[in-house]
């Protein structure tokens, strides 16, 4: 059964800091990787996909893949009190099912 | 963006009652999912459906029961609910560019007494 590992499993930032967290998986055959974002008392919300190798940029958000090590991770530069929440990383290997990691918990200090 | 619904948004039931959620999708979405969120764990899943009149378990499928009789509704049943089913539940849909991407409904709390 795959899982899902994220770390670190809180951090905390100043305000206009740079966040970085991870996360891997444990299944070689997995294809797809997705970052949700999930506000206190609120359902999450997809912040970024990637499915090929390298870099992509939204924004203040950056994500990394390397398939060869099934680690991605995000970044989050500038960071806002708003960013405050808890950052679920999730991974498929292509077929309906969807395996969650237990997530970290950002706090952005003013 | 997607819209999903689930009813009800709270409920507190008793050791051994039926619990019934429900969840409700307006996009055509041919996935839906259910999952368990529990401090600790992140989400969990419990059942999904590729389609009406499909059901398949997920990781945690002991004492829950789905139905997808529909392609709009997602029900997850709970015959006989315990204390350890206290959670905050969430429905989801699966569709846009990539099936796998979810869409979540905004959750039931139910405490189980």
């Known amino acids: 059964q795959q899982k899902v590992q994220q770390s670190p499993e809180s951090l905390i930032v100043p305000e206009g800091g740079m966040a970085s967290l991870n996360c891997t998986s444990s299944d070689r055959n997995v294809d797809y990787f997705w970052w949700y974002r999930q506000h206190s008392g609120k359902s999450p919300k997809m912040l970024m996909s990637i499915f090929s190798n390298g870099e992509k940029e939204e924004g203040r958000f950056t994500v990394h893949l390397n398939k060869a090590s099934l680690h991605t991770s995000l970044h989050i530069r500038d960071s806002q009190p708003s960013d405050s929440a808890l950052y679920l990383c999730?991974?498929?290997?292509?077929?309906?099912?969807?395996?969650f990691g237990s997530g970290t918990r950002l706090l952005v200090s003013p | 963006e997607a819209a999903v619904t689930q009813s009800p948004r709270n409920k507190v039931a008793v050791t051994g009652g039926k619990v019934t959620l429900s969840c409700n999708q307006t996009n055509n979405h041919n996935n839906m999912y259910w999952y368990r969120q529990d401090t600790g764990h992140g989400l969990r899943l419990i059942h999904y459906s590729y389609g009406a009149g499909s059901t398949e378990k997920g990781d945690i499928p002991d004492g829950y029961k789905a139905s997808r009789p529909s392609q709009e509704n997602f029900s997850l049943i709970l015959e006989l609910a315990t204390p350890s089913q206290t959670s905050v539940y969430f429905c989801?849909?699966?569709?846009?560019?990539?099936?796998?991407?979810?869409?979540f409904g905004p959750g039931t709390r139910l405490l189980v007494l």
């Open positions: 999730a991974a498929s290997t292509g077929g309906y099912k969807v395996v």
């Open positions: 989801a849909s699966g569709g846009g560019f990539n099936q796998d991407t979810q869409y």
